[in-house]
């Protein structure tokens, strides 16, 4: 079994910046990432909220803020970070998704996201978010800690390098994939991730 190919092009009109959706705390500014042909491809944008300085915060970690277009996921990853006990604290800050997870031991779960709840990815896991509104974003607050850093994430259907992968276990697939430091690394993913993960594209809008 190969890897699937999971992303379909969302209109990039229904693509916005962070910002129109996201107040920073006040001392804090927000800086949105351009769109490019990623961030469209999946249908997400992202911004990165630092002090008055452009420090990361909060002290020793970093902070992201998605927005995820209706229907959008956001691409699975795999969280490589070497500390076991770092941890992505995502918080629910508008609309209503789907955390698709499998952990490190191999289960997969798939959980509510609703305004005010909260979610923690840990290294090891590998992970999606999906919109599941067709009309509203889907606003997540991911605060890492420690800092997020170069490499400490693998992104699993885009990032598959051309070698030959060895034979997967029963249930799992496998796949060769870059690292964000431009190395690379064997990923098992299991087959009910990439179920999960085919179902929650079936929906995406043209």
Known sequence: ???????????????????????????????DV?????????????????DEHGQNVPEGGNTAIFRI????????????????????TVNVLEGEGLFIRATKDGQVEETPL???GTVVVR???????????????LVLHDEALPAFQTGDDVEVTQSVVPNEPPHPRDGYLICNARTSDGGTRLIEEPTA??????RAMSNVPD
Do not use: C
Not at 69 to 88: M, N
């Open 1 to 31: 079994m190969t890897q699937p190919e999971f992303s379909k092009p969302l209109s990039e009109n229904i693509l916005g910046p962070v910002s129109e959706k996201y107040m920073p705390t006040p001392g804090h500014i927000l800086t």
């Open 34 to 50: 351009p769109v490019d042909k990623h961030y469209a491809t999946w249908g997400y944008t992202i911004a990165y909220e630092t």
């Open 69 to 88: 277009a209706p229907r959008g996921p956001t691409e699975p990853v795999y969280v490589t970070k070497p500390d076991p006990k770092a941890t992505f």
């Open 114 to 116: 609703k305004k005010g």
């Open 123 to 137: 290294p090891g896991d590998l992970y999606s978010y999906k919109n599941l509104s067709d009309s509203g974003d």
């Open 193 to 198: 991730f990439a179920d999960a993960m085919a």
